[in-house]
């Protein structure tokens, strides 16, 4: 048994009947190189053999009466796996649009909380025999770094599988009742005085720290509310539409060699050039820039092991306005190098303790509460759009013997923040899996076709600019 986390909790409270805090993969197998089939029956042993490395997968919610406090983590003593891993078809041909319309389908309808929080389906009918497999996790559960030490129990580097270690058995918990829970959170609280008083002292040294960089040098970064209103930023419905893009990861090395820039910012560059083709063709083209989160892991290397989430947040600018490619790749380096700096001073774990303090119902009520008053169609968006990036392996991985094609991330989007990028990299490959609020994020396929478009136009700046970009110098990450 195991209280979550003040992070964790937040995304569940943050959950409303539109907005659905999970976020989801989609993996596209080769099954050319697996010893037999690969369906819904092979993967559910794969996973069953392999449950004992996974503990999210076996934990449900307990919620605390009243929303005293965060709710708990239970071994589910009612776990029944066939509920979470499920076959399904796609119509013909099999295509991407076929698979993205059964992910955006899954993505509409929010994970049942009386279960553990995730759900794999083991997809067929895909083109030329690809087989699909699409995850559903809460984002209580795990974060994208958790996430890719998920994958890595459940993936092999060979198509034969190692022998497994004989599992460590398991046993369910006894649910508490009502009055534990409750005894069990005053105690818990009585703490939360002192935790406050930290929290609070951090903050505001954060906030010296921040003014006092301000003052001595000039920092540029992306500022919340400081945002164009866009389409998608808008009332959230629960329907979504998703799409994929693939590029090079080659070509993004070479765009970052020839700038002097990081990976990421080739990755911001390329979803701002994308994004300024969507806006155009839509007619909302704005003439300054969009505001971008960016979640951050701070996983310490100790922390690696464990589920859950271990991130923060970074603002920075996406240059849409700019019609030139390299200025674009070199504004971006310049406000993310802003953005970094701003981070550091405001510390990786002031979010982490704020939503230590801030009381569950408090939360919750407040995000129904802006739901319902429809406050996301009346006031400035904070942002305009989440773009994670999500390092993954160089080396190609096997899942029950089939290669390991493709591996689409996609992150939830938010009341007012209809439209989330999720990047990662993958054996020699990037992949972007983009989710989408169905009604106001318009064509999605259309924004996934103009990533390739906008790489391969950096790679053009980039021959034309030469080794580096003056007063650039060379990133690493």
Known sequence: ?????????????????????????????????????????????LVE??????????????????GLHHPLWVEDPGFDLDFHVRAAAL??????????????????RPLNRSRPLWQLWVVEGLADGRVGIVAKVHHAAIDGASGVEVLAQLVDLEPEAPAVADP????PDRVPGDLELVLGSALSLARQPVRAARAVRNLVRAGVRLTRRLRSEPVSSGVPFMTPRL?????????????????????????????????????????????????????????????????????????????????????????????????????????????????????????????EVIAPAVLAGGARLYSQLRLASRVRPAINLIVSNVPGPGFPLYLAGARLERLYPMGPVLEGVGLNVTVMSYCGGVDVGIMGCRETAGDLDRLAAAVPEALAELGKAADEHGPCAPGLHPGSS
């Open 91 to 108: 119509p013909a041909p099999g295509g991407a649009a076929e698979l993205a319309d059964f992910v955006g389908e899954e993505a509409s």
């Open 231 to 355: 389409p998608w930023n808008d009332e959230l419905t629960p329907h979504r539409r998703v799409a994929f893009a693939n590029v090079s990861f080659d070509d993004v090395l070479r765009v970052k060699r020839a700038f002097g820039v990081t990976v990421n910012d080739v990755v911001l560059a390329v979803v701002a050039g994308a994004l300024r083709r969507h806006l155009e063709a839509a007619d909302a083209l704005v003439d300054r820039p969009l505001v971008a989160a960016v979640p951050v892991s701070v996983r310490a290397e100790s922390e690696r092991s464990r589920a859950g989430n271990r991130v923060s947040t970074l603002f920075t600018r996406l240059p849409t306005h700019l019609e030139d490619p390299a200025e674009r790749v070199r504004a971006v380096a310049e406000v993310t190098r802003g953005a970094k700096r701003v981070h550091e001073d405001l510390g990786p774990g002031t979010l982490a303790e704020l939503t």
């Open 49 to 66: 053999d392999r449950l004992h490395l996974i503990p999210p997968f076996r934990r449900r919610l307990v919620e605390v009466p009243f």
């Open 1 to 45: 048994m195991q209280r979550l986390t003040g992070l964790d909790a937040a995304f569940l409270n943050l959950e409303t009947p539109a907005a659905h805090m999970h976020v989801m993969a989609v993996a596209v197998l080769n099954p050319g190189t697996a010893p037999g089939p690969v369906n819904a029956a092979r993967v559910r042993r």
């Open 168 to 171: 460590v058995p398991w046993r």
